[in-house]
């Protein structure tokens, strides 16, 4: 299947309303990244009230268990590929661990909705995945894009270039 060509964050219009993929919020909590700012550029924009900003439950807790790896990699001098097995085999580490948590809190503070997944759109996923050959986060992703009639989609996964019905936006590289 032809993958589509992206577009910049930059080019979400006013208005649009735009389900945000977990990518984008690591970048914006995790930076510096090449692509921090033109993600933190878009979540503001949602913040400001420029456009309207939507992900689900399944991202943010995506979200979290990738920004918790990141934390303890740099407290816990790990490499990222490591912590997972270090978190499980040493719990004190996992307890110790704090700044991951207030994520939540500051994406609801974006004005960010957060939508629920529940049993229907994780049946619809399943369609997703046979249709599109994606794996269960992603499928659920779309499903729930579907389920909200939700177009805009702003990630840095390129496996959703394969979705003809929706326009993904990607971060951009500070000064390109």
Do not use: C, W
Not at 85 to 103: I, Q, V
Not at 105 to 117: K, T
Not at 150 to 176: C, H, K, M, W
Request: charged letters at 20%.
């Amino acid at each position: 299947m032809p993958v589509r060509a992206h577009r910049p964050l930059e080019d979400v219009r006013t208005g649009t309303r735009i389900f945000i993929d977990a990518n984008i919020f690591v970048y914006h909590f995790s930076g510096p990244t090449p692509l921090t700012d033109s993600s933190s550029a878009l979540l503001q924009r949602v913040q400001d009230g420029d456009i309207l900003g939507v992900t689900s439950a399944v991202v943010m807790v995506e979200l979290l268990h990738r920004l918790m790896i990141l934390e303890a990699a740099s407290a816990l001098q790990l490499q990222p590929r490591d912590a997972t097995r270090y978190l499980r085999e040493h719990p004190e580490g996992a307890k110790s661990l704090g700044r991951h948590r207030r994520a939540p809190a500051a994406v609801h503070a974006m004005g960010v909705e957060v939508a629920p997944v529940d049993s229907a759109t994780i049946e619809d996923s399943h369609a997703v995945k046979e249709q599109h050959g994606f794996l269960t986060n992603d499928a659920l992703v779309l499903a729930t894009m579907q389920r909200l009639g939700i177009t805009a989609l702003a990630s840095n996964d390129s496996d959703f270039g394969r979705v003809q019905a929706i326009t993904v936006y990607r971060p951009t590289e500070a000064g390109t």
